[in-house]
Each structure stands twice: as structure tokens, then as C-alpha cells.
């Protein structure tokens, strides 16, 4: 059932104002010298500053680089111009009394050793002036002379009433602006919108949701994937998460029956259909390369209905003490900000594996990883593949890490023809044209990998050749090929065996 969606009145900003004004107040009120405020919600953090500035009775002031000091009140305004930072840094110090000063991006002056000693000078003459420093930029990396007199602020995030209301705020522009009093939307899509705008700033969110509704004027459940996709574009810039784009449906999954009714057993329950039940928190894939690991993290986000974003742990390390810690972290924020979703965790043997000499450094990324895995509260379902069993520590595979850990072995014979069936089909080509029982029979110790790939190399061939793909040239390109499963059959031995009791089938 639809309904014409109105705006209520109320500005978001209004709404979301008060508890970070009480909050920062009360860090004003401490008398801390220095306040690093990192957002990038410029306009927001001014109007507090100056509500803050009326209600204590302060003079308040903003700086940037480009106006120098200029003063909320123009009764407050200074004679002299004060542009450059050192010159401000020094008026704070020795002409201010009981005032507010907001120096806009500043992060890059807290990289000189000048502008440090001026800013520990004003901290350490705090009781001559009474004047409180706020250092805003969108990161901000406090010199450790400067951490005993400086207090972190960091503004909320929206919370979904607040949300709400900028959805609703936004939708009344959208009308004013097309001679429309209304958007179209449903209670479920204005709840989906609300839901996926979270864990973004204020700001943000109205940009997105002004995406939403203008290309039409209605909120539907279609525009749910491109919020999602220009959220990660916003919340993953500096992340090594990737946003996997295309998901999959079961039909293009052959065999793994026994994984896919796991997963379709708790869709409901992972949206939280039934509250009084544990979430489903993941799975671990373990199995021969090429057999659908990274075909299932697909499926399991096309059938949860949700983002699919996916860490490559041969990327995460960095060569620097701590980045690749930091970069881990990162990424999980990135992937509970995004939540609801599917984070696939893909080769995780290759970031945790704790045999390697690295200073301990495989050790500290696991501690992070096991860490987050046991207690994040947001819906995140893991995916976590992995070739080599060798290099999985006990940590990670013991029961309550996962809800399941499965084995994905090479495709049986049934499992095999399926495959066949949807590479013909996914390429334009009638599988009953071609000896499915003969194909299934050649191809035994095949990945599903290498059957994709048998019928490209052969259309490649059949086209070289002038004419259509044909069984013959399946079969010569079948005949051809030396699967994995024989190069490496006493690896796959051994991790059949690891497997056996240890691990539930996918089929």
C-alpha cells in the first residue's frame, strides 16, 4: 500500500542539534584548553559553537585561511586583520578573554612544530584568558605535546527519528521545488531508506536521499541498492573494502544444496523477523579452488538481499607498524556502517595465519579479527573462505567463531552436468545440443572453474576454426586441460581427509 509522504515542519538540523550542543558545552565548561573536533559537518559544529558562545555569554569566533578571524558578533570583530594561523594563535594567547575560537581546517598546521609549541602556549596560559580553542578538520592527529590539554568531540551521527525527519524534510523540498505537495512511498521503503541511511553524517544522509527521491518523486525499494552503492562510495573511500556490485541468484549456483538451504532457512531470521532468535552471524568455506567459494559469498548476499562487500586479506598488510591493524579496523567499521550486509572475508588464511615471521604482527591482525567477530552488535554475516586449512589457526576454526564451517569438494556428477547446463546457458547455448551425459563423464575431477572455462577456451577455438561450438570441440579442449585436482591431488587428499568429520558438506 502506498501513501503520499509530506514533509512534518521541523528542520533535521533543528532536531539534531541539542544533544551534541549539551555535550560540547560540558567540555567547555571543564575549562579544557583545546577541543579536537574531527567532521565534516562544517556548518553544523559552527552553529553549535555559536549557540554555545550565546548561552555562556562568549564572544565566538571562526577561522579559516581564506577570511582569517572573523567574529560571530560584529561588536566582537578585532581591529587589527588576522589571517595567518600563527598570527591568530598569538592573538588567543595574549588579547583574548573568555571567548570561543573555531579554527576550520586546521589538521595541516598540527604537522609543524611552530604551530604546536603556539598551541601548547595558549593550553599552558589557559587561566590568563579563559579562552577555549577548538581545532576542527575532517582527521585530526593530536602531537603528543598537545594530548594532556586536549579533549576529542566527535558529533553523533543522526538517529533514525532524525533520519526520518530529514527524509521527510527532503521530500517537502522536492515538492516546493516541482509544484508537488507529496512523494510517493510505501511504510516498507521509507523504512528501508531510513535504515540504510544510517551511520551516515547528517549531511550525507540528505544528499543520498535527495538522490532518491529526484528522479521521480517516489521512494521505492528499487532505489535501495544505489543508496547503498553511493553510501560505500562516501564510507569507503579510504577503506580496502570493495564493494562487490554484482550478487547472484541460487539458480546460477550448481550443487552446494545443502549450504543453499542453510542459508535460505535463515534469510528471515537474519532481518530479524523474530527477534528472540540469534541472528546468523556466518559461515566458514573451506575446499579446492575454483569449486564456488567465492560463487556462494555471492549467492549468500543475493539471497539475504543485502550489500555484498568483500576484504581481501592479500592486500591488507602495510609495512608500516600499526597501518595494518588500523587498516583492519577500518574496514570493520566501514562494514557495521553498512550493515545490513554480507562481508566476505576472502582468503582469510593469507592475513591470519600466525606461522609466518612477521614480528607478531599475524598474531595482533587475528586478536582484532577475533575481537570484532565475538562481539559486534550490527548485522554483518561473514563469508570466509579460505584454500588452506594449514594456515588457519585453532583460533579461528573452533565451534562459535561461525555457525557453520562447510567443505566445498569438486562437483559430483550430477553437480557437474548443473554446471555445464548453466555455463551453455549463460553463454547463449542450447545445452540440449550437446551430449550432457558424455560432458559429465569427461570432465570427473574438474572444478566448476575449469568447466567455465573449457567451454570459453572451446568457443574460442570453434570460432578460430569458422564455425559454432560444437561437442567435438568441447571434448578436444576437456581432453586437454589437467585439472587441479591432478596437479595437486596429494594436497586435496590431505584436505579431504582434514575435512572428514570435522566440516558439513555443501552438498
Known amino acids: 500500500m502506498s501513501y503520499r509522504l509530506q ?92 571567548s570561543l575560537f573555531l579554527l576550520l581546517d586546521y589538521h595541516p598546521y598540527l604537522q609543524d612544530s611552530v604551530h604546536i609549541r603556539q598551541l601548547k602556549d595558549v593550553a599552558l596560559t589557559y587561566e590568563k584568558h579563559y579562552s577555549t580553542v577548538l581545532l576542527v578538520g575532517p582527521s585530526l592527529k593530536i602531537p603528543e605535546e598537545l594530548l594532556p590539554f586536549t579533549a576529542m568531540f566527535r558529533l553523533p551521527l543522526p538517529t533514525p527519528d532524525e533520519l526520518r525527519g530529514i527524509v521527510l524534510e527532503v521530500a517537502g523540498e522536492w515538492g516546493a521545488e516541482h509544484g508537488r505537495r507529496e512523494v510517493e512511498t510505501t511504510n516498507k521503503s521509507l523504512d528501508l531508506l531510513v535504515r540504510n541511511l544510517g551511520g551516515l553524517t547528517a549531511t550525507d544522509a540528505r544528499r543520498i536521499a535527495a538522490r532518491a527521491i529526484n528522479d521521480n518523486g ?13 553510501k560505500y562510495e562516501l564510507l569507503g ?88 591493524e588500523r587498516n583492519l579496523r577500518k574496514a570493520l567499521e566501514t562494514a557495521e556502517v553498512m550493515s545490513p550486509c554480507v ?55 573452533r565451534k562459535g567463531r561461525f555457525d557453520e564451517i562447510f567443505f566445498v569438494d569438486l562437483p559430483s556428477p550430477e553437480n557437474r552436468r548443473e554446471i555445464l547446463t548453466i555455463h551453455l546457458k549463460k553463454r547463449g547455448l542450447d545445452p540440449i545440443a550437446f551430449n550432457l551425459d558424455e560432458l559429465t563423464q569427461v570432465t570427473e575431477g574438474f572444478s566448476g572453474s575449469e568447466i567455465e572455462q573449457a567451454i570459453v577456451s572451446a568457443r574460442y577455438a570453434a570460432h578460430a576454426n569458422g564455425g559454432d561450438l560444437s561437442q567435438a570441440d568441447l571434448i578436444t579442449e576437456i581432453n586437454q586441460t589437467r585439472p587441479l585436482s591432478v596437479v595437486m591431488s596429494e594436497k586435496i587428499d590431505e584436505l579431504r581427509r582434514w575435512a572428514a568429520g570435522r566440516t558439513v558438506p555443501c552438498d
Request: with cysteine.
Open 7 to 98: 514533509s512534518s515542519g521541523a528542520p533535521a538540523g533543528v532536531l539534531a542539534i541539542e544533544s551534541p550542543l549539551h555535550d560540547l558545552e560540558v567540555i567547555i565548561r571543564s575549562r579544557t584548553p583545546l577541543v579536537a573536533v574531527e567532521t565534516n559537518e562544517e556548518p553544523q559544529i559552527v552553529r553549535i559553537t555559536r549557540k554555545i558562545g550565546q548561552r555562556l555569554q562568549l564572544k565566538a569566533y571562526r577561522w579559516t585561511v581564506t577570511e582569517g578571524l572573523q567574529a560571530f558578533d560584529p561588536c566582537d570583530q578585532p581591529l587589527q586583520s588576522l589571517v595567518k594561523s600563527q598570527d591568530i594563535l598569538g592573538y588567543i594567547k595574549t588579547e583574548s578573554k573568555y
Open 343 to 397: 562481508l566476505w572475508l576472502d582468503e582469510v588464511e593469507k592475513g591470519i595465519s600466525v606461522d609466518r615471521d612477521d614480528d607478531g604482527l599475524s598474531r595482533r591482525v587475528l586478536g582484532t579479527l577475533l575481537t570484532w567477530l565475538a562481539e559486534r552488535k550490527k548485522p554483518v554475516f561473514i563469508v570466509a573462505t579460505a584454500n588452506d586449512i594449514s594456515g588457519l589457526p585453532p583460533e579461528m576454526v
Open 237 to 324: 573511500r579510504d577503506s580496502l573494502l570493495a564493494f562487490e556490485n554484482e550478487t547472484v541468484r541460487f539458480a546460477e549456483v550448481g550443487g552446494m544444496r545443502r549450504l543453499r538451504q542453510w542459508l535460505a532457512v535463515r534469510k528471515d531470521f537474519f532481518h530479524g523477523a523474530q527477534p528472540e532468535f540469534d541472528p546468523p552471524r556466518g559461515v566458514l568455506l573451506l575446499g579446492v579452488q575454483g569449486c564456488g567459494k567465492s560463487l556462494m559469498a555471492k549467492a549468500a548476499a543475493g539471497v539475504l538481499g543485502v550489500p555484498l562487500l568483500r576484504l581481501d586479506f592479500g592486500v591488507l598488510y602495510n609495512k608500516y607498524y600499526g597501518e595494518t
Open 218 to 230: 517516489i521512494i521505492g525499494e528499487a532505489d535501495i541498492p544505489e543508496v547503498m552503492r553511493a
